[in-house]
């Protein structure tokens, strides 16, 4: 049996601390009370409040645990926050590949549009954020729900004659999903059209949503019917930037 | 043959960074350094020219080195930069005497003030087509020139060079004190100084007489899209094909070619140009008369510009001065909490109102306050300000041009925000447009650079490069809109005279 790792037996031990004390506690505070060096305290301070689970006050000198380490179970990066890091990238996902660009994260089983960028042909579209996709029809739905661990979609509506409606069959594509990082769909939600796209990873490895393109089929896929690689490979480094610049400065 | 680049230089307030863009207009690399703000006293505002230069001088090879490509890859250079800003140095050695004086700065307050005298702030917009305020850059240049013991002197006998921030750099890159250097501007930031005539885009010998200021030390003006100099220093042998203000650039940008096309860039403050074509539009309602761009030996085009001093710091504020919120982005999250602002009206006048209003003494307000408003009613007016505020600036200007506006082209920060992007939409009545490629201060530099040594055609090839990314159609009923507007422009009454005479320092 592995052992146990302290680091989080140290930080569980700070946020007790921290909940037992309304005014806030600084770094030589916490040290003294745990017998810890203070660039150790520092260490686990700078990392929860990098997750979101302790805040400082105006001066800095004190340390306090947020609002949000009460409400874990709500969803920890607010979605405009998603799309303002998400939007230089997304344009240039779009102008490369000249098609529909859409971000979501999965909100009570339906993928909720976060943002979306216009196909580059200036034809008449209209911006369809705050609109949900069904998770189990769509490449940018199964790239969220292959990595959600409570929500399965329970009655798996068809759209078209390629729709899985098989809960046993969706767990195997979702299993694909996940061990090669990134979604397909090919006429699952409309005629004609198909869709990739791959998870934002944020902190901890936690998937926050997903970025994906979907086109005309003959534009999205090869002769054979396969999705085109240069455009997988387009949208994963796509979810890897977003990815990045949500790790680097929360 | 190896794909060509052009690079734009955007020189800006806290930064400079160097885009290179290709053929189709979209951005392969970008190198950015920060340079440090300087506050030696209350209301001054500071940078280190050389350290400027110096940074300028490692971004344009970090560009190129970031997509592996060689120097001789680009094909031309185009510079951007803060307006208005003011630097005086001497030729021979090509050191800077004392600080660049920033446009936030306000040292110029008193002297302003003296130089309207009984005639009032307008007395020299006819030529310069500007009011006088501590912006712009010929009372910078009196004031340095009057503050340094024996600077005139030197100055008339032709020993001191002055230049906004692109005249600064295109003297270092084409080789700085070595002899060789050009001493140029351009109509746009020559718009900016006061001192250029609007009409002959020529210094005027009056306005010089006004503000004291010797011809020896200014440069000469060119258009904004045409070679310039060929850089000897940092890339050798590449033309230096275009120089525009930052707010002049993006409109280009924007590709906001015709006249009635306009943009407005959304950020810390917002700027919103307006294309008057070659027509000269003198604003009776608190707009800036501007030149837009000169491409080559075309008649110039001009713009009327509305600036809003207030927008993002709006929410910035909100962030951190009020704790409201955790991130800027998080104010849509607080502001869809409720379905309007609940007669909650937020004027941020914190340091007096700008377009069209021009009041110093005005200070904010919030307005209609009832136990019935929440953060979330807050949240609501803090982005709806900005929505005022622009509709503000629109309707001043279609009452000066006489043109009604058909759509808004949108960039900069906020654009992000879909909550206060369907609102300006629905205030101003017309389609708000956000376009693919949102560096647009740096496209427009490097489309006017582009164009001079022919790598883009023409205008239209340029146009076709412009992509709609997101569209927010009007969709609010009428009656709604007249008691919004009518609720903002009584709070507005309200921000007025504040300040009281007695109050200023006697």
Known sequence: MPGTVQSIERAAAVLRLLAAAPDGLGVADLGNALGLAKTTVHGILRTLHQVGFVEQDHSGAHYHLSDAFGRLGESYLDPNELRSRAINWADSLASRSGEVVRVGRLVEGKVE??????????????????????????????????????????????????????????GEELATVRSRGWATEFEEHTVE???????????????VGAVGLAGRIERICDSRLRHRGDLV???????????RDLRDDT | MAEQYVAAVDQGTNSSRCILFDRRGRLVSVAQREHRQLFPRPGWVEHDAE???????????????????????VVAIGITNQRETSLLWDRRTGQPIGHAVVWQDTRTDRLVTELAGDEGADRFADLCGLPLTTYFSAPRIKWMLDHTPGLRQRAERGEVLFGTMETWLIWNFTGGPNGQARHVTDVTNASRTMLMNIETLDWDDKLLEAFDVPRAILPEIRPSSGVFATATEVLPGVRIGAALGDQQAALFGQTCFSAGEAKCTYGTGSFLLLHTGQEIVRSKHGMLTTVAYQIGDQPASYALEGSMAVTGSLVQWFR??????????????????????????????????FAPHWRSEARGVIAGLTGYITKGHLARAVLEATGFQTLEVVDAMNADSGIALTALKVDGGMTANNL??????????????????????????????????GYWPDLEGLRSNWHRAGQWMPHMD????????????????????WIRPEDQDL
């Open chain 1, 113 to 170: 549009v976060v943002h979306h960028v216009f196909r580059p042909d200036d034809s008449d579209q209209d911006l369809d954020v705050g609109t949900t996709l069904p998770p189990h029809a769509t490449a940018l739905g199964k790239a969220v729900l292959a990595y959600d661990t409570s929500a399965r979609p329970r009655s798996l509506e068809a759209y078209t004659t390629r729709t899985i409606t098989d809960p046993v069959q969706l």
């Open chain 1, 193 to 207: 059209l198909a869709s990739i796209a791959a998870p934002i990873r944020g902190l901890g490895g936690l998937v």
């Open chain 1, 233 to 243: 490979t387009m949208v994963r480094a796509t979810a890897d930037a977003i990815a």
């Open chain 2, 51 to 73: 350290e400027i230069w110096r940074n300028v001088a490692r971004v344009v090879p970090a560009a190129i080195r970031q997509i592996g490509a060689a120097p001789s890859q």
């Open chain 2, 320 to 353: 951190d001065g009020l704790g409201m919120i955790h991130t800027a982005a998080e104010i849509e999250t607080l502001a869809r909490t409720v379905e309007d602002n609940g007669g909650a009206y937020i004027v941020p006048a914190f340091s007096g109102l």
């Open chain 2, 420 to 453: 206060l992007m369907q609102f300006i939409a629905d205030l101003l009545d017309v389609r708000v447009v956000r376009p693919m490629v949102t560096e647009t201060v740096s496209l427009g530099a490097a489309y006017a650079a582009g164009l001079a040594v």
């Open chain 2, 478 to 497: 009428p009656a709604r809109r007249a008691t919004e507007y009518a609720n903002w422009q009584a709070a507005v009454q309200r921000t007025f005279n």
